[in-house]
């Protein structure tokens, strides 16, 4: 048998395959499915709770509550588990070593990295969406005084949507850099979550500063209104951490021994 | 084919200078690994097989030097399992996965259909086990998924690293049998092992290395002629100096050992014992030794070995 030159299909049907790979690869292991149950309970449980008693508040004062309070509140915790899902589709290859038997069958690195940013971060992001709306829906109709419009459910799926995206290539950048489950899930945590909420309550000033620099900053504001910022700010934010952690990330899996 | 010409990985920082830290796994390899043969990866542990595989197929990058898989970087291919298949690390495989999902994720990759899975699981024999998660698994059952799936394109050139760790004896011969049979058809197969005795009844080429560098390239039979070892005969008998006394009027030559026994060399059994019945010496033990690979292999490798054990002599003996 001599070996024969074996001519490609092209970069795009490339393309294609690795990310219908990956997708086999995310749907293939019960860690995927874990999260997404954790992230519906989380959503739906946290958020239309959230919601209700906001209503009661705004019935209080003689106001109305809108019903996409219950996807955004529910976000706001419920956003981790599908980090974690995104997280692991990207470390878990590091901790059992099977990322070098992955760059055997996708070794044109820049394809594997379009694929494995691509289809983690989408799949987190329909589904955080979808679990939001469905939040909306189950708090509207169990509390029919909220208000539900359609312009509000625009909005707030726009920055959920945003919330998720950058957050998932966050996570996708600091697990190709970082390639441990526990280091990455700290980092992402801290800058996602625990700075943003820690760094303000101590009451010094550039501390606060210092917290309002994080993504997760850009991320709650989004998500709740808070804390003070234009929306160009968390713009900046939001684009400037995932582009930052993608650059590194990717630097990490094209330029470096494979792991 | 593969073509390996002066690779070079080197770890740690600066040029290799008196006092630097760096250390070169490997040291300026070049070989050829031809098809249709089963070609034997031999050296110690830590001599820099698995680095040298490892830079083969891309997964890091060399310091310098460089190599060919049918021609081209491995890390350029679009379809790499069409072109070869490897099996690094049985080991690397997510626990949670079945078989079965995990040849498909593969599959998918390089545009090769799911019956081709199916193929390649009856052919390794993981059968049923197949659609059981990866996590309850033996090693030589994820010995025997890493096979499949370096199968799985029916790739020209196939590299295997130490796939028979851990096998048992079935599983052993199983490995021995494809990996002839893969040759046999031609395919170019390179086969890594720090077991001589293994590649004795494998290979049909070596290629040896002692701290990343190339000891020998050659075929099994060139690297035992080339250790200049002929037939010996043992012989044993308490007339010692009679024999040894006629064996060198012969013009043979004779070691005494150290448990009395005379090892002749470049004589036949026969010869030694019509000699032996000429003189009257009372033969009491007569045997044809062969040169083992395995010795000539602690021969070459003797001064590269990184973590000696204090007496090699004492090893090549027992």
Known sequence: MTAVAVQGP????????????????????????????????????????????????????????SAVLAGEYGLMIGQFALLVLVLLAVTQEYASGSIGPTLQWTPRRGVLL??????????ATVAGVLLAVAADVVAVVVEPSLTFSGGDLADSVGGIAAVLLAGGALAVGTGLLL????????????????????????????????????????AIWTLLGEPEMSAGQATTLLVGWSAAALAAGGWSLLRRDAG | MIEVRGLTKQYGAGRLAHGSSAVRAVDDLTFDVRPGKVTGFLGPNGAGKSTTMRMVLGLDRPTAGRALVAGRPFATLDEPLRVAGALLDAQAVHPGRSGRDHLRVVARTNGIPVRRV????????????????????????????????????????????????????????WVRGLVRELADEGRTVLLSSHLMSEMEQTA?????????????????????????????????????????????????????????????????????????????????????????????????TGDSVQYKVSSTKELVRS
Request: hydrophobic share 50%; charged share 20%.
């Open chain 1, 114 to 123: 379009t694929a494995r940013v691509t289809v983690p971060v989408l799949v």
């Open chain 2, 118 to 173: 199916d193929e390649v699981i009856d052919q390794v024999g993981l059968g049923p086990a197949a659609r059981r998660r990866v996590k309850g698994y033996s090693l030589g059952m994820r010995q025997r998924l890493g096979i499949a799936t370096a199968l799985l394109g029916d790739p020209a050139v196939l590299l295997f690293d130490e796939p028979m760790n851990g096998l048992d004896l079935d599983g052993v011969r």
């Open chain 1, 10 to 65: 092209g970069t795009v049907p490339l393309l294609t395959r690795a990310a219908s790979a990956e997708w086999l690869r995310l749907r293939s292991v019960r860690s995927t499915w874990w999260c997404l149950l954790a992230a519906a309970a989380a959503v739906l449980g946290i958020g239309v709770g959230t919601a209700l008693d906001e209503a009661d508040m705004a019935e209080a004062s003689g106001s109305t509550a």
């Open chain 2, 204 to 300: 049909d080429h070596l290629v040896i290395i002692g701290r990343g560098r190339l000891i020998a390239d050659a075929s099994i039979e060139e690297v035992l002629r080339g250790q200049g070892t002929g037939r010996k005969v043992r012989v044993r008998t308490p007339s010692v100096d009679d024999l040894a006394g006629a064996l060198l009027r012969r013009k043979l030559r004779v070691h005494p050992t150290d448990d009395g026994d005379l090892l002749v060399e470049g004589a036949s059994a026969e010869t030694v014992g019509d000699i032996a019945l000429e003189v009257g010496a009372a033969v009491h033990r007569l045997a044809e030794e062969h040169t083992s690979l395995e010795q000539v292999y602690l021969d070459l």
């Open chain 1, 179 to 218: 390639r441990s489950t526990a280091g990455a899930l700290a980092a992402v945590f801290l800058l996602q979550l625990v700075l943003p909420a820690l760094l303000p309550a101590f009451g010094v000033r550039w501390m606060a500063d210092l917290g309002e620099l994080l993504p997760g900053s850009a």
